[in-house]
């Protein structure tokens, strides 16, 4: 059981409010770039921060996994980031959050929080073979590059979960003072990633956001997030029925447009469906984009 209670030190602050700056994090390496890398690039524009990508069901999924949407080929995944895999409950001022972890619980170079849609729960995200081995990506892209991987459980994707995320954040940073962190949200998950932009204290310790067949939030132009310019990564498939594309385009030609060239990327998967953004979305792409 993980017990992180201690305040962040006023350094983490300094970091947190960009009065000291760190080094910029090393490009991560190449893992299974053959496998992962997009398989096309149909269309670009906003000099290749909007692209069309690529995407055939029968390729990307059935070709892909042994049993399509349950379990991917075995040369796509690596089980190493296993022998640094915890389970583990964190005691925060907002109450006991599950998650589970990979990589450096202290002083790790960088962060990555995966949020998880409606019916999920943390072991989503560190599922090491459903959406393709996508998780297993970036676990072992983070875990293996001196950085910690997490995947919480929270009680909603209102106040009660805002809270819970927020005292997270707060807690891992006081381990991990240094580090940049990202947070990513699949589906729903993105209610909370827009709360926690807008959330002044968690915010603090943003270095970007990825949205993931995620839903949009206009409000976020008028925080502090924003005017600091917090780079966002959005990816979405053209036929998602749940959160039409045509919207979360509209705000990210929004987001563009509004602060001379905000860093904002858009990957827009053609053909694909809801869960398309979270088997496809290049993680090694993400990550050295935002932590750069």
Not at 107 to 133: E, K, P
Not at 139 to 151: D, E, F, H, I, P
Not at 201 to 226: I, M
Request: proline share 3%; net charge positive; aromatic share 10%.
């Amino acid at each position: 059981m993980a017990r992180f209670l201690k305040r962040s030190t006023l350094l983490a602050a300094l970091i947190s409010a960009g009065l000291v700056h760190t080094a910029s994090a090393a490009a991560l390496p190449a893992y299974k770039d053959e496998f992962f890398a997009y398989p096309a690039v149909i269309s670009s524009k906003d000099n290749g921060a909007y692209q069309v990508i690529d995407y055939d069901e029968m390729r990307d999924i059935n070709g892909r996994d042994a049993i399509p949407e349950k379990r991917v080929k075995d040369d796509y995944v690596s089980l190493r980031a296993r022998a640094n895999q915890q389970d583990l409950v964190f005691k925060t001022e907002a109450g006991n959050v599950k998650a589970m972890a990979a990589g450096k619980l202290k002083n790790a170079s960088f962060i990555v929080i995966y949020l998880h849609g409606r019916g999920g729960n943390r072991h989503q995200g560190m599922n090491d073979f459903t959406f393709g081995g996508n998780f297993n990506r970036v676990k072992y892209l983070t875990s293996q590059n001196g950085g910690l991987y997490v995947t919480p459980e929270f009680k909603d994707f209102a106040d009660q979960g805002e809270a819970q995320i927020a005292a997270l954040i707060t807690a891992l940073k006081s381990q991990s003072p240094s580090a940049q962190l990202v947070l990513s949200c699949g589906s729903a998950g993105g209610a909370l990633c827009w709360r926690i932009a807008a959330n002044e204290q968690a915010a603090s310790h943003l270095n970007g956001l990825v949205l993931l067949g995620s839903l949009w939030d206009d409000g976020f132009l008028k925080t502090a997030s924003f005017k600091r310019r917090l780079p966002v990564f959005l990816a979405h498939g053209s036929r998602d029925p749940v959160f039409a594309v045509a919207d979360m385009e509209a705000f990210y030609q929004k987001l563009k447009k509004s602060a001379g060239n905000y860093p904002v990327q858009f990957r827009r998967f053609e053909s694909g469906n809801h869960g398309t953004p979270i088997r496809m979305a290049d993680w090694r792409e993400i990550l050295n984009w935002i932590l750069k």
